[in-house]
């Protein structure tokens, strides 16, 4: 007797993702689709994708979808869950939208502990316009904005947005995680879907930050990428949960 | 006929309410009717002062440059005003607190002593507008005095009945009290 | 009713069914903003925000709208120039909002003062690319309730952004009004396009990017079709006086407002002078000038600007009559009086009184 181990989730449209080979985003958007279905949420799901390599989420999640201007992602997702409180609403993230030009939406939706799920996708970079300098950029390292790496002196440090919006009194689930192993990708599975639970039981603002490879900008081939994030990234940014005020609430 | 009249004093004399009493009893008479409150970027302190403007037809520009009426509650806004007003206007004095001449000889004066009024009757300040008011439509029959009590039943629903005596008693005190003169 | 502008255009949005309203603290409009905070809360299913900036009430509005809600933000010209990233998102997504913008003097932080000076922000765009949004002017207490009931349901019928033009006087000015009356806005009609959970029917998206080139013109032009049908159909203007006048002045707002007085002055004086009155900025009352100016050889248009609209009034004429412009930029009121001077000089000038 066959027994079928591995299939494409049912919210995953018949589409070829169009991202690079090694990027992190197939892998979260097949996640986010088993999630949903594993929830049994589809019927009342909406997500809201940024501009960036993922505005074309709705090319590949079977869910209703609403776009969001760069960086606005919190403020749409507010004036959905707002005007729709018992839906499940969530955000979809690069570290430009979310950590520069989106800054200040984000940290107030969190602030008023806005009942929506924040999926932050971070990869030290601008994907999409060629992999200039993001906000979460490393110290020394290339991008196509900071030839010669980047210069303290001259472009400040990484920012950590997780631990500042954890500092909200509104946030109230936050962890960090990767995508890099199946076994850490079993980990932000785990988180992704807590943090989905935690907006369905109406407890307030919840991110889940997704250090994600980007092997074309990082000019690595996919292995050293994987590598990288774990010998490196997380020197700058720690795999573990940031908060949890939820506890056992949530299992 | 477009009667325009400026309310002018101190912030926190009533004045904004003086207005809108008179304006809610205008258009309770079937008149036309615009009030503006002067607004800007400071929060208190200073002059506060709006403008009604009354006409058996359509109101155009609800600003009045040179005001036909002006009640006037204290020395800056005398300043401010008095050189406005319309040739043949008429300006209504809290002689409580205007200590300052009239300069003008082209317009008539009233006087209230709104203040020692309403010191004496009430032992408070707080109905100075109202005395005033009373004194404006005396001086001005630009609404009868019971459209102005019937605003304040209006304006003021739901208040203690002893207000609105004393609201009522106000109107009188201004009304019958107004002197002619400078 | 006397009531505030500011007062009776948030009370007529939640009369015409506004369940959604995010704003951000500017002069001269903030008696707007806080209406809504305490009435929205007396609303069960109302909600309102104040949001962290401009941007973000706009977007906020943006979301509202994907889900069906008939949704309002409103500010001030420093404001809305914060909020054109937005509009253009609305526009470009299809969805309706109701935008109000209290103007005041600018540019740059300017003053707080009446001015007509958004104009241009508002007709032709204003944020990137090609569209327009639907720009209502009124011109008194009245007409702020009636055309805010009219702007909701614009936006609705032409999935569009209206923007409510109006500056500090008209906002903080009070007049007698008759509130329209309220509906509920469950009992409007079903939305095809909304974003609430895919139950019952396949997953929908509302999304502006279009990367293939061919879609991306093939939808400019179809939002092309719905402004010519909204050209079609919706211009409102007032004519006063115009029947026998040899000068007809344009004026839109406050400025139509001053110019009435003064046209009554001018018309004792014997003038023959009447006035336009754009209610639609956007549409322009194109046609109805083109008519005048069979007759009506001189036209003088008045703003408190230093001249927008006097623009859509030549392209309207092709040159078949001579425009005039007076502008008091700045956040200056005029007087009839002024205004008055200005015609008849303007008249005896033309020697418009030998013209019979």
Redesign the interface.
Known sequence: MEKKVFERPKLLKKAVFHYCPGCGHSILHRLIAEIIEELD??????G?PP?GCA??A?DY?????????HG?CA??????????PD??VFTYQGDGDIAAIGT??T??AAN?GENITTIFVNNGCYGMTGGQMAPTTLIGQNSSTTPGGRDYARDGAPIDLSEMLALTKGSVYIERTTVNSPANIRKTKRAITRAFKIQMAGLGFSLVEVLSPCPTNWKMNTVDSCKWIEETITKTYPLKVIKDTVGDKIQ | MLKKTVFAGFGGQGVLMMG?LY??AA?REGK??????S???EMRGGTANCTIAVSDE?I????A?SPDHAVILNNPSLIKFESALTRGGLIVLNSSLVDRKTSRDDITVYRVPANELAKKHFNDDRSVNIIMLGGFIAATKMTSIESIVKALHEIFKGKKSDIMAINEKSLTLGAELVIKGA | M?MRGSHVIAESAIRAGC??Y?GYPI??QNELTEYMAGAMAKVSDA?F?Q???E???I???????????R?MTSSSSPGLSLKQ??IS?LAA?ELPAVIINTMRGGPGLGN?APAQGDYFQATKGGGHGDYHSIVLAPASGQEQADLTVKAFECADRYRSPVIILID??MG?????VILPEPIDPRSLPPKSYI??????RP???????ILDTRDMEEHNWKLQRKYESITRDLILHESYLTNDANLVVIAYGTAA??A???I?RVREMGLKVGLLRPISLYPFPKGAIVELSRIVKHFLVFEMSTGQMVEDVKLSLEGRSKVHFYGRPGGI?S???EISKVISSLYYRQNLEEEQ
Request: glycine share 8%.
């Open positions: 949420i589809a019927h009342k799901v909406v809201v501009a505005v074309l709705y999640l079977d869910i209703d979808m609403g776009e969001s201007p606005r403020a749409v997702a507010t004036g959905i869950k707002r005007s729709l839906r499940v200040a939406e940290i107030h008023r | 809108y304006a809610v258009m036309e009717v615009t009030y503006l409150p607004y800007g970027a359509e155009f520009s609800p600003v440059s | 006397l369940r959604f995010a002069t001269p909600t925000i949001a962290e900036s941007i973000a009430a977007n906020m509005v943006l979301g509202a709208a994907m889900t069906g809600a949704a990233e937005g998102f997504s707080i500090g006087m903080q000015m009070m007049e007698p974003l609430n959970g895919a139950s019952q997953s929908r998206f509302i999304k502006s990017l407002r001053i009435k007085g003064a009554k009121i007087t009839p009086d």
